[in-house]
Nanobody
């Protein structure tokens, strides 16, 4: 089993920045791709960004140039640095990790509001 514990998030004004962290623990040997999804009220969960174990990244068009995903393989932790936040970035953000199957974190609320 793999546990994913997220931290960060909260309330921020438009144009502000936040960082999310997600630490994996348990049976994490051979952990593969890690990533972040988000789900806004009334909408489907969508990919925000993903990062392979070797560092290759993939971003949703809506966050390119504003968000940066990174990982620390020694700590089995993935980060999401969010900048120039917009109202439409408001959502619950979930991290995930592939270790034989997909595991999900519990979700962190990010609210962009003035």
């Amino acid at each position: 089993q793999v546990q994913l514990v997220e931290s960060g998030g909260g309330l921020v004004q438009p144009g502000g920045s936040l960082r999310l962290s997600c630490a994996a623990s348990g049976s994490v040997s051979g952990i593969g791709a890690m990533g972040w999804y988000r789900q806004a009220p009334g909408k489907q969960r969508e990919l925000v960004a993903a990062i392979a174990s070797g560092g290759a990244t993939n971003y949703a068009d809506s966050v390119k140039g504003r968000f940066t995903i990174s990982r620390d393989n020694a700590k089995n932790t993935v980060y999401l640095q969010m900048s120039s936040l917009k109202f439409e970035d408001t959502a619950v953000y979930y991290c995930n990790a592939w270790v034989m199957r997909m595991y999900w974190g519990q979700g962190k609320q990010v609210t962009v509001s003035s």
